[in-house]
């Protein structure tokens, strides 16, 4: 399984960025594809969610209204918006696919490499 992340960069306060995260080695659309970030001196911590099967997005209450989540399973793709960007989201940002099998009640996931958002003027 490989991951290919890109779009990370420098932005100024309030500006806006676009995370893609190409996978490859997986039946992506069976995944839940997930971003996490983890800042400075901070532990990893959840940042949105897009199921496999719907477009139930769910995202931690930091970043509501502000980042959007989506997928485009032709492409093995999921994408994260970042609008209104504050300087706490400078961070390496991570996505992560993920199962769960309900035969062997064993839960599967995998991790990109990280890609660095740094917010400042």
């Known amino acids: 399984v490989r991951f290919v992340e890109s779009g990370g960069g420098l932005v100024q306060p309030g500006g806006s960025l676009r995370l893609s995260c190409v996978a490859s080695?997986?039946?992506?659309?069976?995944?839940?594809m997930s971003w996490y970030r983890q800042a400075p001196g901070k532990e990893r911590e959840f940042v949105a969610v897009?199921?496999?099967?719907?477009?139930?997005?769910s995202y931690t209450d930091s970043v509501e209204g502000r980042f959007t989540i989506s997928r485009d399973n032709a492409k093995n793709t999921v994408f994260l918006q970042m609008d209104n960007l504050a300087s706490e989201g400078t961070a390496i940002y991570y996505c992560?696919?993920?199962?769960?099998?309900?035969?062997?009640?064993?839960?599967?996931?995998?991790w990109g490499q990280g890609i660095q958002i740094t917010v400042s003027s």
């Open positions: 080695g997986l039946n992506f659309r069976e995944y839940a």
């Open positions: 992560k696919a993920a199962i769960f099998d309900l035969k062997t009640a064993k839960a599967t996931e995998y």
């Open positions: 897009i199921p496999a099967r719907n477009n139930l997005t």
